[in-house]
Structures are given as structure tokens and as C-alpha cells.
């Protein structure tokens, strides 16, 4: 079995920051792209950034120059940091991870985290 735990969100004021984590353990071989999504009440999923294992990154418009991600591939861990955080960041943030879990397999499979909520307000 694999699990991604999620830690790191809260509630921040305007302009503030926050880092999330989220570890992955179990069964693994290897963890192709990992990622962070988000979904706002009444919203759908979208995606926020995500980090291939070789270290290409992609990033919704909406926060490129605000949020980095990274990963440290040794510990099965990537990382959302948020700066200068506005209200419509407001939402659930999910961890995405593509992972092989045997390696006489070539197929790889999605899996995600249980949600941290992140909520910026003054």
C-alpha cells in the first residue's frame, strides 16, 4: 500500500507565507511526476504546480512568481512553497504522486493525499 500525508496548511494573513510537505511511503520503486492540486468550495480540482523527478516544474498561472515547488527525491517528499498569499488561494491543496511500485513493471499509478486546508484571511 502507498499513502501520501500531507502537513503544513493553516490559516494566513494576506501577503503571508506557508510551506507544504507531503511525504509518501509504502511500497515504492520509484515517483515519476509529483504534484499539487487545489479545490476552492464550490470549485473544481485544479491543478497548482507540478515537479517531474528529474526537477522540470510546471505552475498554474495564477501563482507563478508567488509559489515554488521541489522535492527531495531521497525522502519521497515534495514541497509547495507559498509566498505572498491572497484570499483566492483559499482552498483544499491535494498531493499528487505517479509512482511504480514494483520494478518488473513498467506501469506507474496515480495517488493522492487526504487534503490540507489553507486558508488566507485577516
Known amino acids: 500500500q502507498v499513502q501520501l500525508v500531507e502537513s503544513g496548511g493553516g490559516l494566513v494573513q494576506p501577503g503571508g507565507s506557508l510551506r507544504l510537505s507531503c511525504a509518501a511511503s509504502?511500497?515504492?520503486?520509484?515517483?515519476?511526476?509529483m504534484g499539487w492540486y487545489r479545490q476552492a468550495p464550490g470549485k473544481q480540482r485544479e491543478l497548482v504546480a507540478m515537479?517531474?523527478?528529474?526537477?522540470?516544474?510546471n505552475y498554474a498561472d495564477s501563482v507563478k512568481g508567488r509559489f515554488t515547488i521541489s522535492r527531495d527525491n531521497a525522502k519521497n517528499t515534495v514541497y509547495l512553497q507559498m509566498n505572498n498569499l491572497k484570499p483566492e488561494d483559499t482552498a483544499a491543496y491535494y498531493c499528487y504522486a505517479d509512482i511504480r511500485r514494483l520494478a518488473g513493471s513498467v506501469f506507474s499509478y496515480p495517488y493522492w493525499g487526504q487534503g490540507t486546508r489553507v486558508t488566507v484571511s485577516s
Open positions: 509504502g511500497v515504492i520503486f520509484s515517483i515519476n511526476d
Open positions: 515537479i517531474s523527478n528529474a526537477g522540470s516544474t
